[in-house]
């Protein structure tokens, strides 16, 4: 099955930096990559996901590309505000079967 | 729009007593549903996923099970708790052509 995984685990940027997260996948059948964010005690929440037919999809400061024949996809964050700081999962689904594969989370911190 | 509920949001049970999570979806008609288990701090794990009434796939073998008795209706039973079931537990939908996912708010378990 798919294998996905994410780094870094732990991040914290000064407010006003970027912020960047990386994860790669193993199944090159995987065409939907979606990325949530949690907050503490919250359920996740569907950010920004992009599909294997495009390359890069931005939503005003987050952005995400991907990487067909390296097999990663990255999630970046420019001007980072205090409200940014969460976990951020990522996730890899192929085009076949209903399960989604999700990395180990990161933890970011922005720091005022 | 879709919405998603789950009950109760906190819930606390001695070992070895029974277990009945409830996720509900409105708004939508023959989602795929999902049920997660986050330890703290940890990522999330699937638990088990179904693709119609009564059609249940159990990801890892343990003494949770789930049924799906109508269409956006998903339970998560046990009939003894262990201390090793505390967790936080979420409930997702997604439509099988759009593969988006959405989360629950989640359940936070703790047993004691």
């Known amino acids: 099955g798919e294998n996905v995984e994410q780094h870094p685990s732990t991040l914290s940027v000064q407010e006003g930096d970027s912020a960047v997260i990386k994860c790669t996948y193993s199944d090159s059948a995987s065409n939907y990559f979606p990325w949530y964010k949690q907050e503490l005690g919250k359920g996740p929440q569907l950010i920004i996901d992009?599909?294997?037919?495009?390359g890069e999809k931005k939503d005003q400061r987050i952005a995400v590309t991907l990487n067909k024949t390296a097999k990663h996809f990255s999630l970046h964050i420019t001007e980072t505000q205090p409200e940014d700081s969460a976990v951020y999962f990522c996730a890899a689904i192929p085009n076949t079967g209903n399960q989604f594969y999700f990395g180990t989370g990161t933890s970011l911190t922005v720091i005022p | 729009s879709q919405t998603i509920h789950q009950w109760p949001a906190t819930l606390v049970q001695p070992v070895g007593s029974p277990l009945s999570l409830e996720c509900t979806v409105e708004?939508?008609?023959?989602?795929?549903l999902y049920w997660y288990r986050q330890a703290a701090g940890r990522g999330l794990q699937l638990l088990f996923y179904s693709v119609g009434i009564g059609q249940i796939s159990s990801e890892v073998p343990q003494n949770l099970s789930a049924s799906r008795p109508q269409d956006r209706q998903f339970i998560l039973s046990s009939k003894k708790l262990l201390l090793s079931d505390s967790g936080f537990y979420l409930c997702?939908?997604?439509?099988?052509?759009?593969?988006?996912?959405?989360f629950g708010p989640g359940t936070r378990l703790t047993v004691t």
């Open positions: 708004g939508t008609s023959n989602p795929n």
């Open positions: 997702a939908w997604a439509l099988g052509d759009s593969r988006e996912q959405y």
């Open positions: 992009i599909r294997s037919n495009v």
